[in-house]
């Protein structure tokens, strides 16, 4: 199948777009690809909905606005990369993976009730994406695992496991988005995967309310500062790094314990770099989890960009930590060439979550399938 998959992933910055070929099991080939950046007034609206999602309507107008920005741009995308793909003398695409934006994620967590209900948000009108583009929409991945009480989350290492079927192994695939998951994958079909904490979700928080910036470019104001022992000791007494997994995060699920363990006091340089020091510190608490130790960690994500994360995480783990690009891949369309492979599993019936990966009570399929030219 020809697929175009879609990511807005957590830390709100645009829509990634790529299109795959591929049967939900292997990947062929790996066409064009195209970043679309959100506006700052949606990417604004987008945190304020974050906050507003636990009391926040379905059918409230702001939510619905926002709903068709953010498909808007995603029908962009589409578009771009059909373009891009005729261009190349590539077939047309028949399907769309579209993950939407996810607003609320709270799966069942230890010490639950009984009769508690895990819950996953995500936003994106898909009969508005299949009508705009004349592409069948494939969606909503995540809400029949959270209902059978699974976490939902990371829904992306089965589709790891596609690409990297010629890749020595152990091996982690380490995304650094708003939120760091991992997917470790063993010599023998073995997956493994969660959410190690918080990552660019935090900092870029951090970069905007000290300097009114969007992120930390290239790692400065990281560079430039010293991790708080204190502060850093503080955070990692949170309770969600001492679950075992399966385990997943909201984008905001750590914003209290910044402000109990005194983050906001520190200098923009020394929070900064606190909070880097953090992500590389839970990604190594992490691993204790795994079967076994990977050969390397190859990382994806925003956060492979930045040279203070790579290096924090360097100076912490024992493997080597390389970009994804070592190994032929492209780490800025890697969750979106994910998706497609999510999306063909979707179309045929195949499993997309599995207890190893989400803790569903079974390898479970996922995800609605929408004809386009509606």
């Given at each position: 199948?020809?697929?175009?998959g879609?990511?807005?992933?957590t830390?709100?910055?645009?829509?990634?777009?790529?299109?795959?070929?591929?049967?939900?099991?292997?990947?062929?080939?790996?066409?064009?690809?195209?970043?679309?950046?959100?506006?700052?007034?949606?990417?604004?609206?987008?945190?304020?909905l974050?906050?507003?999602?636990?009391?926040?309507?379905?059918?409230?107008?702001?939510?619905?606005?926002?709903?068709?920005?953010?498909?808007?741009?995603?029908?962009?995308?589409?578009?771009?990369?059909?373009?891009?793909?005729?261009r190349?003398?590539?077939?047309?695409?028949?399907l769309?993976?579209?993950?939407?934006q996810?607003?609320?994620?709270?799966?069942?967590?230890?010490?639950?009730?009984?009769?508690?209900?895990?819950?996953?948000?995500?936003?994106?009108?898909?009969?508005?994406?299949?009508?705009?583009?004349?592409?069948?929409?494939?969606?909503?991945?995540?809400?029949?695992?959270?209902?059978?009480?699974?976490?939902?989350?990371?829904?992306?290492?089965v589709?790891?496991?596609?690409?990297?079927?010629?890749?020595?192994?152990?091996?982690?695939?380490?995304?650094?988005?708003?939120?760091?998951?991992?997917?470790?994958?063993?010599?023998?079909?073995?997956?493994?995967?969660?959410?190690?904490?918080?990552?660019?979700?935090?900092?870029?928080?951090w970069?905007k309310?000290?300097?009114?910036?969007?992120?930390?470019?290239?790692?400065?104001?990281?560079?430039?500062?010293?991790?708080?022992?204190?502060?850093?000791?503080?955070?990692?007494?949170?309770?969600?790094?001492a679950?075992?997994?399966?385990?997943?995060?909201?984008?905001?699920?750590?914003?209290?314990?910044?402000?109990?363990?005194?983050?906001?006091?520190?200098?923009?340089q020394?929070?900064?770099?606190?909070?880097v020091?953090?992500?590389?510190?839970?990604?190594?608490?992490?691993?204790?989890?795994?079967?076994e130790?990977?050969m390397?960690?190859?990382?994806?994500?925003?956060?492979?960009?930045?040279?203070?994360?790579?290096?924090?995480?360097?100076?912490?783990?024992?493997?080597?930590?390389?970009?994804?690009?070592v190994?032929?891949?492209?780490?800025?369309?890697?969750?979106?060439?994910?998706?497609?492979?999510?999306?063909?599993r979707?179309?045929?019936?195949?499993?997309?979550?599995?207890p190893?990966?989400?803790?569903?009570?079974?390898?479970?399929?996922?995800?609605?399938?929408?004809?386009?030219?509606?």
């Amino acid at each position: 199948m020809r697929i175009i998959g879609l990511m807005s992933g957590t830390s709100l910055d645009g829509v990634d777009a790529a299109w795959v070929e591929t049967d939900g099991e292997r990947v062929g080939t790996l066409g064009p690809t195209v970043t679309l950046p959100y506006d700052p007034a949606l990417r604004r609206d987008l945190r304020r909905l974050l906050e507003m999602a636990p009391t926040i309507s379905p059918e409230d107008p702001f939510l619905l606005d926002c709903e068709a920005r953010l498909t808007e741009r995603h029908a962009a995308a589409v578009l771009r990369v059909q373009q891009e793909a005729r261009r190349a003398g590539l077939p047309e695409a028949e399907l769309t993976g579209f993950h939407g934006q996810t607003i609320l994620h709270r799966p069942l967590r230890p010490g639950d009730s009984r009769n508690a209900r895990g819950h996953t948000w995500q936003i994106g009108d898909a009969r508005a994406l299949a009508q705009a583009t004349g592409l069948s929409v494939a969606f909503d991945f995540r809400s029949a695992d959270v209902a059978a009480g699974g976490q939902g989350a990371p829904l992306v290492p089965v589709a790891h496991a596609a690409l990297a079927h010629s890749l020595p192994k152990p091996l982690a695939v380490l995304n650094l988005g708003g939120v760091a998951n991992v997917t470790w994958l063993g010599t023998d079909g073995q997956m493994q995967a969660f959410d190690t904490g918080p990552a660019n979700g935090p900092l870029d928080d951090w970069a905007k309310r000290s300097l009114g910036r969007d992120y930390d470019k290239d790692g400065n104001l990281a560079l430039a500062g010293q991790a708080d022992g204190a502060v850093l000791g503080r955070l990692m007494a949170h309770p969600y790094l001492a679950l075992s997994p399966p385990k997943s995060l909201d984008r905001l699920d750590f914003d209290r314990a910044l402000r109990d363990a005194g983050a906001h006091l520190l200098s923009p340089q020394d929070g900064a770099a606190t909070l880097v020091a953090f992500c590389a510190v839970c990604v190594a608490a992490a691993a204790r989890h795994f079967p076994e130790p990977p050969m390397q960690w190859l990382v994806a994500g925003g956060g492979r960009r930045n040279p203070a994360m790579m290096r924090a995480l360097s100076a912490t783990l024992s493997e080597p930590v390389r970009p994804v690009e070592v190994a032929g891949w492209n780490g800025d369309a890697l969750e979106a060439q994910c998706f497609a492979v999510l999306a063909a599993r979707t179309a045929r019936g195949l499993p997309i979550s599995f207890p190893e990966t989400t803790g569903a009570p079974r390898p479970m399929t996922g995800g609605q399938v929408l004809g386009g030219l509606l």
